[in-house]
C-alpha cells in the first residue's frame, strides 16, 4: 500500500539533533519528514528518496536547526531602534523611552510587531516571548505572519488594579490563539513597578488559571543593592515572598542575581527560568551578567534572549548565543566554558523550556513541532568547517538562515519572506515616527526608580 504523502520532506541535509542524554549532535545526509506540521521522522537521504511529499525542500549544503527562541524581547519597540543612545539605564528610561511609550498608539504596537516579527523570521527565529502592551495587536500579527509566541500584556501598580486585570483577561483570551502557536502569560512588568500586593494577587491568579508568570526582576546589580538597602530583602527575595516562585516563571535578565538569591531560586517549587539578553547589559555598561554557570549548577535553563530593540539595537539570537559563550568564558575564567556545544544546547531545548514549550519545540525529533531552520555554510566566513559547532555558534550570521518553517509551514524560502510585506510596513511606521516621537507633552508611562 502506498503510503499518504508527507506534507514536506527537507533532504538531504545536516541535521542538528540530541541524544537521550541531551547531548548536542549532527546527523549527516539526513532528512526530516514532516506531516501535519509534526516531524514525523529523521531518516537518511536515501530512504526519503522514494516517499511521496506534497513539497521537498532541497538542504544541500544547508544544517537543519530547531526555530530559535527568543526568550524575551519587546518586539514591537523595534520602532524605537536607535532613539535612545549611549545613556544610562535611569535616563534612558525617563528622559526617552517611557516619554515616547506615552504616546504609543495600537497601530504603532502592530507595525512594530509586523516588523519584528520579519526581522525575527529573517534570523531564523521561530518563537519569541514578548512582554509589552497593546498585545491584542500583536497576536493579530501573530494570527497572520505564522511565526509562534509566547505573549504577556505588561502592567504597572500605577494603573490600578485594572492592568493586573487586563493582563489575565488577555492571557485567557488568547492562550492556545493561532492554531496553538500563542501561548500566554501574566506580565507584572518588575519588582520595583509592581508592589508586593500585585504580585501576590498575581501569583494567585496563576496558579488558579494554570498561567506562568514572565517579568522582569534582578535586571541588575543596581536594582538589587537598591532593593536591599531599601526593603532588607532582594528582588528573588521578592518573588519568593509574594508567591511568584511558587508559579512557572521566566525571569527576564537576572544580571542582578547574587549568590544568597540560588538557594531561593533553587527551592522554588514552580519551574522557574531566566532569559539572558547580552548586549543589553554591554550597551549599557552593566558590571555583572546572568550567572549562567551558577544557574545551570541549581538546574535553572537559561535562554538566549535580545530584549527590545530599543535597548539592543537587533533582535538577532545568533549573536546573543555568540556573546552568551564569550561572556562566560570571560566572567568565569574559563574557556571550556560554554562549550559551543553547551550554547547550542541554550539555543535549543532551554530556551524551549524557558517559554513553557520544553516538550513542543527545541529539538528536531518525532512528534515535535515543525519549527525548523535551514542554515547555509557554503559562504567564505563558515568556511572551512573543522568543527560544525563552533561554526554555528562563532561563525554563522543570521543572514545565513535561508529557509525558515513554523509548524510545517514556510514562512521563508531561500530569504524571501512569504508572509510580511517588509517596505509596505516600513512606508507606513515612517509616516507615523513624528507623533511617536514628539516628547512636547512632558508625560511618561512610568517612573524608573529603583
Keep these: 500500500m502506498t503510503p499518504s504523502p508527507a506534507g514536506l520532506i527537507i533532504t538531504p541535509c545536516t541535521v542538528l539533533t540530541h541524544d537521550d542524554q541531551e547531548q548536542v549532535g549532527f546527523v549527516h545526509d539526513a532528512a526530516i519528514v514532516v506531516r501535519e506540521g509534526v516531524i514525523e521522522s529523521v531518516i537518511s537521504s536515501a530512504q526519503a528518496e522514494e516517499l511521496p511529499a506534497a513539497e521537498r525542500i532541497d538542504g544541500r549544503g544547508q544544517i537543519a536547526l530547531p526555530g530559535l527562541v527568543n526568550c524575551h524581547t519587546h518586539a514591537p519597540m523595534v520602532a524605537l531602534r536607535g532613539v535612545a543612545e549611549d545613556l544610562p539605564t535611569e535616563e534612558w528610561f525617563n ?17 512594530g510587531a509586523r516588523l519584528a516579527c520579519a526581522e525575527m523570521i529573517r534570523g531564523g527565529v521561530t518563537c519569541f516571548a514578548d512582554h509589552y502592551f497593546s498585545m491584542d495587536a500583536v497576536a493579530a500579527v501573530i494570527e497572520q ?3 509562534r509566541a509566547h505573549l504577556g500584556e505588561a502592567f504597572f501598580s500605577s494603573q490600578g488594579p485594572q492592568g493586573r486585570e487586563k493582563s489575565l483577561e488577555f492571557a485567557l483570551r488568547h492562550r492556545g490563539g493561532a492554531g496553538g502557536r500563542i501561548t500566554t502569560a501574566l506580565a507584572p512588568h518588575a519588582p520595583y513597578t509592581v508592589d508586593d500586593g500585585d504580585l501576590t494577587a498575581t501569583a494567585a491568579l496563576a496558579r ?6 514572565h517579568l522582569h526582576a534582578a535586571e541588575n546589580r543596581d536594582q538589587a ?9 532582594t528582588p528573588i527575595e521578592v518573588l519568593r515572598r509574594t508567591g511568584i516562585l511558587d508559579t512557572d516563571v521566566l525571569i527576564a535578565h537576572g544580571s542582578g542575581i547574587l549568590d544568597s538569591d540560588l538557594p531561593v531560586l533553587a527551592s522554588a517549587s514552580g519551574l522557574t527560568a531566566v532569559a539572558t539578553a547580552p548586549r543589553g547589559y554591554l550597551k549599557f555598561a552593566w558590571p555583572t551578567t546572568t550567572p549562567v554557570r551558577a544557574l545551570h549548577d541549581i538546574g535553572i535553563p537559561v535562554g538566549l534572549a535580545t530584549d527590545g530593540a530599543a535597548s539592543n539595537n537587533s533582535l538577532d539570537v545568533w549573536e546573543s548565543m555568540a556573546l552568551t559563550a564569550l561572556i562566560q568564558k570571560s566572567t568565569t575564567g574559563d574557556p571550556r566554558w560554554l562549550t559551543s556545544r553547551q550554547a547550542l544546547h541554550h539555543a535549543s531545548l532551554q530556551s524551549a523550556r524557558a517559554v513553557g514549550l520544553g516538550e513542543v519545540v527545541g529539538s528536531i525529533a518525532p512528534g515535535r513541532r515543525a519549527d525548523i531552520i535551514l542554515v547555509d555554510l557554503t559562504g567564505p566566513h563558515t568556511q572551512p568547517v573543522h568543527d560544525l559547532a563552533a561554526t554555528l555558534v562563532h561563525s554563522v550570521r543570521s543572514s545565513d538562515v535561508r529557509t525558515t518553517i513554523v509548524d510545517g509551514r514556510v514562512l521563508m524560502r531561500d530569504r524571501e519572506l512569504l508572509t510580511i510585506d517588509v517596505g509596505a510596513v516600513v512606508e507606513e511606521l515612517g509616516e507615523r515616527m513624528p507623533a511617536l516621537l514628539d516628547l512636547s507633552h512632558g508625560r511618561r508611562i512610568q517612573d524608573y526608580s529603583t
Excluded at 528622559?95 to 504596537?109: A, Q, Y
Excluded at 543593592?225 to 530583602?233: I, N, Q, Y
Design 208 to 213: 488558579e488559571h494554570g498561567l506562568p508568570v
Design 95 to 111: 528622559d526617552v523611552v517611557w516619554p515616547i511609550e506615552s504616546n504609543l498608539t495600537e497601530k504603532d504596537v502592530e507595525l
Design 145 to 147: 505572519c505564522g511565526i
Design 225 to 233: 543593592e537598591a532593593s536591599l538597602a531599601r526593603h532588607g530583602v
